[in-house]
């Protein structure tokens, strides 16, 4: 298996976690379901309901899972289609590079603004952090093969 394959099979699995994750989040801010937040592991409940957990009335949670399942969606279908061979990596790069931003601006927020750290959100941050990596990696290697 080349490295580019194994790369992309990884991006996949992190961005799958990634959307599980994101999925969780906007489940436990509509449902308003505290117990979901596993008392006891961070202060989920008080991020996920803080006025920071909502851009323009979207939760944020629901914009991670717009953004994974863009991820996703892009590395599934890269290898059957020419325009995502071509432009799949820069795209893949463009959105992770967003959401590593957003995802430091949001943890920022968590520690020095809301006083509070949801373990979801580290993961998503996280995550996010090395699907870019993986991104830059991709873009590196995919110059280099001919």
Request: net charge neutral; hydrophobic share 55%.
């Amino acid at each position: 298996m080349k490295i580019l394959d194994k790369n992309r099979i990884a991006g996949i699995v992190l961005a799958a976690i990634g959307l599980i994750d994101s999925i969780y989040l906007t489940i436990i801010k509509y449902s308003e379901n505290k117990a979901l937040c596993l008392e006891g592991i961070g202060d989920c409940w008080s991020v996920n309901n803080s006025g920071y957990s909502e851009v323009f009335g979207i939760p944020v949670s629901l914009i991670g899972i717009v953004g994974y399942l863009a991820i996703l969606m892009i590395l599934l279908m890269m290898p059957s289609s020419s325009v995502l061979q071509l432009w799949g990596p820069y795209v893949y790069f463009g959105g992770t590079l967003l959401g590593t931003i957003y995802s430091i601006y949001l943890t920022y927020l968590e520690i020095a603004v809301i006083n509070a750290i949801c373990p979801f959100c580290v993961i998503s941050a996280v995550v996010m952090i090395v699907l870019f990596v993986l991104s830059i990696y991709h873009m590196v290697n995919m110059r280099a093969t001919p």
